[in-house]
């Protein structure tokens, strides 16, 4: 699987855009990038997956660049709650999802 | 929307006893589990794929006779941490493929387990 990388924290102010980029330059052609979430002391959230094109759903958007080789998670208008650590893996179908480092995102009032 | 749960959330026990923790699919089938286990301040890391009717398999390094799976049915598997001591004290978090949704590794998790050894 390809390795990613994350910047290790980020902070954004409540209600505001927050952008967390992951750089996944060895990514192959059958690899999709998911996103999770952890919020402390639970398990982790699934947020998103995309494979070449952008995807949006209700809590995210997904904006992977046209060489696939980094992508940026989106979360459009940043609240208390989104105070979490957020992890970005790259995986083909059926693989098995590897934990990295992450992000924690602060999102202060 | 798809469902993972996960017993006890919290357990205490003496050095040397075993322990069982269960994670059951409460709205659809999974034939497919993943058990993770965290440390403080660390990321997950994942232990073993589970899957139903047939043995666990193990990430290096994670002792098969130590951390015992079972996957009976469709809905529950289940992780036994065999003479436990201090040094297995972690959150141990289970989680399930759930199909349907394009992409074969979108998981739902549980709420982890949390296991401390006296």
């Known amino acids: 699987d390809a390795k990613t990388t994350q910047p290790p924290s980020m902070d954004c102010a409540e209600g505001r855009a927050a952008n967390l980029p992951c750089n996944h330059s060895t990514i192959s052609g059958n690899e999709y990038v998911y996103w999770y979430r952890q919020i402390h002391s639970q398990g982790p959230q699934y947020i998103i997956h995309g494979l070449k094109n952008n995807e949006t759903n209700e809590m995210a958007s997904l904006i992977i660049t046209e060489d696939r080789k980094s992508s940026t998670l989106i979360l459009p208008h940043a609240t208390l709650r989104d105070t979490a650590v957020y992890y970005c893996?790259?995986?083909?179908?059926?693989?098995?999802?590897?934990f990295g480092q992450g992000t924690e995102l602060s999102v202060k009032p | 929307g798809a469902v993972v749960s996960q017993h006890p959330s919290r357990v205490i026990c003496k050095s040397g006893t075993s322990v069982k923790i269960e994670c059951r699919s409460l709205d659809f089938q999974a034939t497919t589990m993943f058990w993770y286990r965290q440390f403080p301040k660390q990321s997950l890391m994942l232990m073993a794929t589970s899957n139903e009717g047939s043995k666990a398999t193990y990430e290096q390094g994670v002792e098969k006779d130590k951390f015992l799976i079972n996957h009976a049915s469709l809905t529950l598997s289940t992780l036994t941490v065999t003479s436990a001591h201090p040094e297995d004290s972690s959150f141990y978090i289970c989680?399930?493929?759930?199909?349907?949704?394009?992409?074969?590794?979108?998981?739902?998790f549980g709420a982890g387990s949390r296991l401390t050894v006296l």
């Open positions: 893996i790259v995986t083909n179908q059926g693989g098995k999802l590897i």
């Open positions: 989680s399930a493929r759930t199909s349907g949704r394009s992409g074969a590794n979108v998981l739902t």
